[in-house]
Structure formats: structure tokens, C-alpha cells
């Protein structure tokens, strides 16, 4: 069986959504941050970095969100969770997966962690400061996106692997000045995401509120 170790609304979030988008069965196993479990040396074998999730599907141990997504989209193909092999539209669901990874992702990283890039409290500040402003331009730049096509999910018309990794690093700017659900296009999108029954069914199980984000 399929096995999340995760944490309520850490970078697991969008794996579990997607895990009950598929219907197949799986197991969660809890991450317990406030013992810092994610940097025991048991989870160290599983994910060297210390990061979660991790996905255990028999013998393959998988960390990386956008990774794990990908792979449940591609061994649950009957969930429809990507587009065709070869096709444009295939294209651009890496390409989103991908910006939603190393650009979207690893930019709120420096908001929620900015003692990582300075040492004095002047210096964390603006780090966060920086990093806060450039995530508004990102959520921007997906709020366009999502005017330009007019489709209900991110890719258009059909949903995708990419729709829970967007809702939750969306969902993680819910204490900015100006958070992802005050933009026009994607506060109507998170609603969207947010009122499917499998995320319903995530956010329930980590106790997080239905419209959460």
C-alpha cells in the first residue's frame, strides 16, 4: 500500500490531495515536527535532506512534491490527472509543474525561513520583506494566467496533478498583506480546488478547515 509521511499542511498537503484524487488506498504516517522527527535518523534514510513528504510505494522511497505528484499522475493513469503522453498539453503541465516548484516554491522558502540567507534581524527582515514581494509578482503572474484562458483549473478545462500543488503553496500566503484568495482569478480558483470532495477529504483528515488558504 502506498505510504505519505506527512505533516497537516507542510508540503505533503498536495500529495495527500492528490492520493484521494486517485481513490486508491494508502496509509498516512505523521511527521511529528514539534520533535523535529523529520531530522531523526530513521526519516534521514528515507529523505536525506530532512524535508517532507516522502512517498513509499513498495520498494520506491520518493521525496520531492512536484516528484511524488508526477509519479502518482503517471501510475494511477485512470484518475486522468494529466494530459497525453506527447501532447502540447502535456507540455505545458510540466512546465507548470515545474515553475510551480522551483520558482513559486522556492521563492515562499526564504519568506518562512529567512534566518537560512542572514544572520542579523535587520538583514532576516528584509530577506522576508524581498521575498513577500516577489511572491506577489508570482501570484500575479498565475492570476494572469488563469484570466488569459478562462478555464476552471490551471491547465484550462481539466484538472491536474498541478491544481493541489498550486491551492497549497497558494494557501501558504494566507498571512500575507495581499494573499493568493484577494487575487480576482485566484481566489474563485482556490474555491474551485477547495470545494472538490478528494481535497475535502485531505483537508478533514489533517484537520485543516474546508477552506483553508
Sequence with gaps: MLQLHYSPSDASLAPHMLLEETGAPFALKLVDRSVNAQ??????????????????????????????????????????????????????????????ANTLHATLIPFFYPERWADDASAVAQVKAHAETRVGQLLDQLDAELARHGGPWLLGEAFSAVDPYALMLCG????????????????????????????????????????WG
Excluded: C
Design 39 to 100: 531530522k531523526s535518523p530513521a526519516y534521514l534514510k528515507l529523505n536525506p535532506n530532512g524535508l517532507i513528504p516522502v512517498l513509499e510505494d513498495g520498494g520506491l522511497v520518493l521525496y520531492e512534491t512536484a516528484a511524488i505528484l508526477l509519479h502518482l499522475a503517471d501510475t494511477h493513469p485512470e484518475a486522468q490527472l494529466a494530459p497525453a503522453f506527447g501532447s502540447a498539453e502535456r507540455a505545458h503541465f510540466y512546465k507548470w509543474m515545474l515553475w510551480l
Design 172 to 211: 501558504w500566503t494566507r498571512h500575507f498583506a495581499r494573499p493568493a484568495r484577494a487575487l480576482p482569478q485566484l481566489g474563485a480558483y482556490m474555491r474551485r480546488v477547495q470545494a472538490r470532495p478528494a481535497v475535502q477529504r485531505a483537508l478533514r483528515s489533517e484537520q485543516l478547515s474546508a477552506d
